[in-house]
């Protein structure tokens, strides 16, 4: 966080932002639903794709706040499984955003720490792209700072269905373990990383669209009306501001109440 505090233009909005923040409570994990840039593009008369187009300066800027405010996690839903349903053009075109990025962004990741991690059946997707990925985190799988997960032809419901899948498939190889919640966890593309503590959607639709469905149990959801295009680290701020003054129970009391906890199933 001092980081952003430090790199910001001083007097800057974000500037002033960032010193609103209480650094004791950051979110470990921020999952982002990028959201509106269709809408972004038809409210300039202009075609789809180039609301995609000017979402990759969001990714970038949100990326770069992410690492700078310190965050341990930051998971970005890029591609679900059902946005196939979308013209070819439009889903072409953000396939090739994707690998522009993974190209011209590589070095950046590197440099600043960044470990790129994709989630969801993305072997499935052309080899053009996948070798791009392979290639991506690989060269970040010794990077230390903010851990930066890409979702891409993910599913939520799919993600369970693949974790029963590979426990399955290790019980007949003899590698059975009882399973429980922190098992299932364990299988799923998230395996040993925090729960997102923030879901931020932009947009304002008020949906989850199969992202994370395990994971977000107890996310505190931040929905903002912003286009994606228009999103920048001051709305992620803003976001982890709103975060910040949410009162957390996870179906307890507050939890500086000094009430006994029953703890038990009969009473
Ligand atoms: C989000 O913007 C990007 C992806 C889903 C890939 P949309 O393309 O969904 O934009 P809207 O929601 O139609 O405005
Ligand atoms: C969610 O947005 C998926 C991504 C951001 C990748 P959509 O635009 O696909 O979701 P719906 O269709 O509005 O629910
Ligand atoms: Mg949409």
């Known amino acids: 966080m001092k980081k952003l505090v430090q ?8 500037e002033s932002l960032a010193r609103k923040l209480d650094s004791e409570v950051l979110p470990r ?6 959201d509106g840039n269709g809408r972004w593009a038809q409210e300039r008369g202009r075609p789809r794709v180039e609301g995609h187009r000017a979402g990759v300066a969001a990714v970038r800027d949100t990326i770069e706040g992410a690492a700078e405010l310190g965050l341990e996690v930051l998971t970005l839903y890029a591609f679900s499984v059902e946005n196939w349903k979308r013209p070819r053009y439009e889903v072409w075109t953000l396939m090739n955003l994707l690998k522009e990025y993974l190209l011209k962004e590589l070095s950046n990741l ?31 799988r010794d990077c230390r700072g903010l851990r930066l997960n890409i979702a891409l032809n993910y599913s939520g419901r799919m993600e369970i269905v ?80 709103d975060f910040q003054t949410r009162n957390r ?5 507050q939890s500086d109440s000094e009430d006994d906890v029953c703890d038990t199933r009969s009473v």
């Open 29 to 34: 994990h921020v999952a982002v639903i990028m």
């Open 162 to 241: 693949d974790a029963c899948r590979q426990i399955v498939a290790d019980w007949a190889q003899g590698k059975g373990t009882d399973i429980d919640e922190e098992t299932l966890g364990r299988y799923l593309y998230t395996s040993g990383l925090p729960d997102p503590d923030l879901l931020i959607r932009t947009s304002g639709e008020m949906r989850i669209s199969n992202f994370l469905l395990w994971q977000i149990s107890y996310s505190e959801i931040c929905v903002i009306d912003t286009l994606w295009p228009d999103f920048r680290r001051g709305h992620l701020i803003q976001a982890i501001l």
């Open 110 to 140: 590197v440099e600043n720490d960044i470990r790129l991690t994709v989630l969801g059946r993305w072997r499935e997707l052309d080899p053009s792209v996948v070798s791009l990925i392979e290639r991506a985190e690989q060269a970040t």
């Open 7 to 14: 790199l910001a233009e001083p007097g800057s909005a974000d």
């Open 249 to 253: 129970r996870f179906g307890g009391l």
